[in-house]
């Protein structure tokens, strides 16, 4: 039943000790602001980082593309449908879902399914809305996901998968002034986002909950600046993201490390 504890803390990942949650590894947040960022991978538009294999999801040039971390010049062309350029791409933990927003008006959220031989399927259930970040780990129970409900507004409602693969919305609405989607860590209990504190500055921020019972409280920012796409392994003491790049490199994916 525990298969997974094979899968190991490759670059900042981390092995799942437990189905309820409680011995994935501590998350204590704590500011990036000393740590020196490392490429991991160039010329990257937006990702998504499945945190059990060290494996990501890229996008550039309007194309997705899944690759090793370990090995980031060996890219495997994706085919998602519909075949629109994207502007968000969530991937599940285990790296078997993904879900994106296709670049067409009204924004929209999709989904896809690996099956057992790696390819990718249309999957219909999805929340209502604008965008999705990266959902908790389905061996911790149902799965939860934060949604923005409008692409273009600050609205955010979490839901939950249910045993028909539909999602149900799961307590109030709340603001979080984020540039695009909010991300769950495995268990839930952390998110984190590219966003803007009370006085406009940007940065990367998380907040915590103890259970998902609750809403998140207070957030902490953990890196100052434009940091599109953020996300933190569940131990908290890895952070990626897209570096903005400038007039000579493009935009690209660093490691954060504390």
């Not at 860590?185 to 986002?193: A, F, H, I, K, P």
């Not at 940091?227 to 897209?242: F, M, R, W």
Request: glycine share 8%.
């Amino acid at each position: 039943m525990r298969w997974w504890l094979l899968l190991g803390a490759l670059c900042g990942c981390d092995a799942v000790f437990g189905l309820d949650g409680t011995d994935l590894p501590e998350c204590e947040l704590a500011s990036f602001r000393d740590a020196q960022p490392v490429t991991v991978v160039e010329n990257t538009e937006l990702f998504s980082w499945d945190r059990l294999r060290d494996h990501l999801v890229i996008a550039a040039a309007g194309t997705a593309f899944e690759l090793d971390a370990d090995s980031p010049t060996e890219r495997t062309e994706i085919a998602l449908e519909p075949n629109y350029p994207m502007t968000t791409v969530s991937l599940a933990p285990e790296g078997d879902q993904i879900f994106f927003t296709a670049s067409i008006e009204p924004s929209q959220l999709f989904s896809a399914r690996r099956d057992d031989g790696g390819l990718w399927h249309f999957d219909r259930n999805v929340p209502d809305a604008g965008g999705a970040g990266t959902p908790t780990l389905a061996l911790l129970g149902p799965r939860r996901i934060l949604v923005r409900v409008s692409f273009y507004a600050n609205d955010v409602q979490e839901y939950e998968e249910q045993d028909d693969g539909t999602w149900k919305p799961v307590g109030d609405r709340h603001v979080v002034d984020a540039v695009t989607v909010v991300n769950l860590s495995s268990d839930g209990l952390t998110m984190v986002y590219d966003g803007f504190d009370a006085e406009g500055q940007r940065g990367v921020f998380a907040a915590q909950r103890p259970s998902r019972g609750e809403w998140f409280r207070d957030t902490t920012l953990i890196l100052a600046g434009t940091h599109p796409s953020p996300q933190l392994a569940d131990s908290c003491d890895v952070l990626h993201a897209i570096d903005e790049g400038d007039a000579i490199t493009p935009r690209h994916l660093v490691r954060y490390q504390r």
